[in-house]
Nanobody, 122 residues
């Protein structure tokens, strides 16, 4: 599976962005998808994950109620809608795929996209 994330950019605090991650291959619908982010000088952290059918979603506590993960299997795409953005949301956002159930541990994900940069100004 090859993943390509896009949709990042510069936004003011309080603004919104929607990230997209397009996957190649015909088996996208069998993968759990996740989003992670890496702030400058920090380790990569879990943001959100969605089960292969989209019936279950999981979020990091700090973004609950502001971010929403979704997927359209017919388009081989997973999305991350980010609202009420804060400067601390700044970082490179990565999408990732794994065969088993949703997890917040990056080590369990098998495939990674190249990342898209989100910068939130105060």
């Amino acid at each position: 599976v090859q993943l390509q994330a896009c949709g990042g950019g510069l936004v003011q605090a309080g603004g919104s962005l929607r990230l997209s991650c397009a996957a190649s291959g015909r088996t996208f619908s069998t993968y759990t998808m996740g989003w992670f982010r890496q702030a400058p000088g920090k380790e990569r952290n879990f943001v959100a994950a969605i089960s292969w059918r989209g019936g279950s979603t999981y979020y990091q506590d700090s973004i609950k109620g502001r971010f929403s993960i979704s997927r359209v299997n017919a388009k081989n795409t997973v999305y991350l809608q980010m609202n009420s953005l804060k400067p601390e949301d700044t970082g490179v956002y990565y999408c990732a795929a794994k065969k088993t159930g949703p997890s917040g541990w990056s080590g369990e994900y098998d495939y990674w996209g190249q990342g898209t940069l989100v910068t939130v100004s105060s």
